[in-house]
């Protein structure tokens, strides 16, 4: 019989830890299937972030630093910079990357830092306690917004694939979902260009992931999926901002 899927070798054959309804395992898979497609994974080096994408050590088959709250894109520059040879890429969720490393993130990319950046949306702060993020909805409650995210008062989210876009330094960037097949498929085709640029050593990319959290969300699994599409992608659309190769 003709094997028509199997898990991809960059990844551990371990069980899942993260909560019913998380993309974050989703996005994995299409990282590690990207990696697969270039045989790269004996020379890649993960900067794991802090958050739900810290354990990105007990995931993936390849080597892993771990980065202190904000600094993986300091740590992947560093990485890049000392072994040239290696593939090095960040993956890092909305309050580390868009909060407290706003800073790191902004400079890394206007360098033009030869790295890949996963970036992963789910609006809110999901493993200290469901706290308001940078990118947390108009009028979405979270533990530190009960009432709802007041944009006269807290500003509107940040568009982060468009933010870095204007940058000279940054050569791609986009936006996926992981909500439905079809955006599954687009997610898997624009994360390989993202590290297509890198192998190719064509400069900085940034894939924004946008993704669930059904926990801190106050929902069923199906109800946040739902909300992906409903409400996600209509404030931050899909798509790829900049491609200097048109990959």
Same mark, same amino acid.
């Given at each position: 019989?003709?094997?028509?899927?199997?898990?991809?070798?960059?990844?551990?054959?371990?069980?899942?830890?993260?909560?019913?309804?998380?993309?974050?395992?989703?996005?994995? @898979?299409?990282v =590690?299937?990207?990696?697969?497609? !270039?045989?790269? %994974?004996?020379?890649?080096?993960?900067?794991?972030? &802090?958050?739900?994408?810290?354990?990105?050590?007990?995931y993936?088959?390849i080597?892993?630093?771990?980065?202190?709250?904000?600094?993986?894109?300091?740590?992947?520059?560093?990485?890049?910079?000392?072994?040239?040879?290696?593939?090095?890429?960040?993956?890092?969720g909305?309050?580390?990357?868009?909060?407290?490393?706003?800073?790191?993130?902004?400079?890394?990319?206007?360098?033009?830092?030869k790295?890949?950046?996963?970036f992963?949306?789910?609006t809110?702060?999901?493993?200290?306690?469901?706290?308001?993020?940078?990118?947390?909805?108009?009028?979405?409650?979270?533990?530190?917004?009960?009432?709802? @995210?007041?944009? =006269?008062?807290?500003?509107?989210? !940040?568009?982060? %694939?468009e933010?870095?876009?204007?940058?000279?330094? &940054?050569?791609?960037?986009?936006?996926?979902?992981?909500n439905?097949?079809?955006?599954?498929?687009?997610?898997k085709?624009?994360?390989?260009?993202?590290?297509?640029?890198?192998?190719?050593g064509?400069?900085?990319?940034?894939?924004?992931?946008?993704?669930?959290?059904?926990?801190?969300?106050?929902?069923?699994?199906?109800?946040?999926?739902?909300?992906?599409?409903?409400?996600?992608?209509?404030?931050?659309?899909?798509?790829?901002?900049k491609?200097?190769?048109?990959?």
């Amino acid at each position: 019989m003709k094997q028509v899927f199997s898990k991809p070798v960059s990844l551990k054959d371990v069980q899942t830890h993260f909560c019913p309804g998380c993309h974050h395992g989703s996005i994995h @898979r299409l990282v =590690a299937e990207a990696m697969d497609s !270039f045989g790269i %994974a004996d020379k890649t080096i993960g900067c794991a972030s &802090v958050g739900c994408s810290v354990f990105l050590y007990g995931y993936f088959n390849i080597d892993v630093v771990e980065s202190p709250h904000g600094r993986a894109p300091a740590v992947a520059t560093g990485v890049k910079r000392a072994r040239p040879d290696r593939i090095v890429f960040t993956y890092q969720g909305d309050g580390d990357l868009a909060a407290i490393g706003t800073s790191e993130i902004i400079h890394a990319a206007n360098r033009g830092e030869k790295i890949t950046v996963i970036f992963v949306n789910n609006t809110t702060y999901g493993m200290t306690g469901g706290q308001m993020a940078p990118t947390t909805m108009p009028g979405q409650k979270t533990s530190t917004s009960p009432n709802g @995210r007041d944009v =006269a008062n807290d500003g509107k989210p !940040f568009k982060m %694939a468009e933010l870095l876009s204007n940058l000279d330094g &940054v050569a791609y960037s986009a936006r996926v979902a992981l909500n439905s097949p079809r955006n599954v498929l687009q997610a898997k085709k624009i994360i390989k260009n993202a590290f297509q640029y890198q192998v190719e050593g064509k400069g900085f990319a940034f894939i924004e992931a946008l993704a669930a959290c059904p926990t801190n969300w106050g929902m069923n699994p199906l109800a946040a999926n739902e909300r992906v599409g409903s409400e996600m992608i209509p404030y931050f659309p899909l798509g790829v901002f900049k491609n200097n190769e048109n990959l």
